[in-house]
Every structure is written in C-alpha cells, then in structure tokens.
C-alpha cells in the first residue's frame, strides 16, 4: 500500500513543483522523504543526472566534488526534490553538498538573502536568525 501511495506522490510531482518559501520545503522535504523510504532502491529510483551528479558529490577528487556541485546547482534549480534524497546519502560529504546546494538555491524571502533586518539593518533577520537561507542550518543534517 505504501508503495502504491509513494508511486502516485512520485507520478504527481513535478518540476514545475518548485518551493517557494520555507513551509514549501518542508512540505517537500516531507514528500520526498516518505516516497524514498517506501521505494525498494532509493539510489536506482533517481533518474540521471541527478544519480551521477549526487554520486559524484562524494568522489575523492575534489575537482570531480566542485564538478558535480556545480551541475547539480544547475539542474536542481528546475527540479530541488533530488537534494532531499542527497541528504539521506550514507557519506556525510554528499548530505553537506546536497544541504549547501539546496541554502544557495533557497535564500531567505524574509530579507531577500541579506541576513539582516529591513528595519535600519539594526539586528539580524527574524524569518532566518541572519543566516540569510530559507534552508535552516541544524545539528541533524
Ligand atoms: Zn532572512
């Protein structure tokens, strides 16, 4: 049964699904999380480039990491839900690529990627505690 919703959640979003503000993200982070765990290979279920790209975020070359740090900024610009899946990646390498890519994409609605007020700049901006990304920062990533 899991599987069947999963498929229809996969089947139903799409690029055009792009988030806007933090709620939207975490919505999509939610989705995508409950549609990879019901998947039977999560890795497989990623269609190309976004398994090369996110294979290559841990490869030992860091040249190679930048490389595909770069075309995965690109392509998930268009389609983000792959950087949900990233982020569940067994090296720690890929997870704090996938989460860097997905705070650039991401910055903050509130402030517009300043990190400060838009009162006088006095103190730091309250949606985003002056880190300037709607992707907050936390121990767990
Ligand atoms: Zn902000």
Redesign the pocket.
Known sequence: MGAIVAMCLLGQSSAADVPRDRTDLEFARGVEEFVMASAPDPVRAMPEPFRGLIAGLGDPSWLRRDAATSGLREAAASDPRWLFWGRHDPDPEVRLRCNAVLRRLY??????????SRNWDAW???????????WPYSMWD
Not at 124 to 134: V, Y
């Open positions: 910055p903050c609605w509130g402030c517009r990627g300043t990190g400060r730091p901006c309250w949606d985003c505690d002056g880190t300037a990304t709607a």
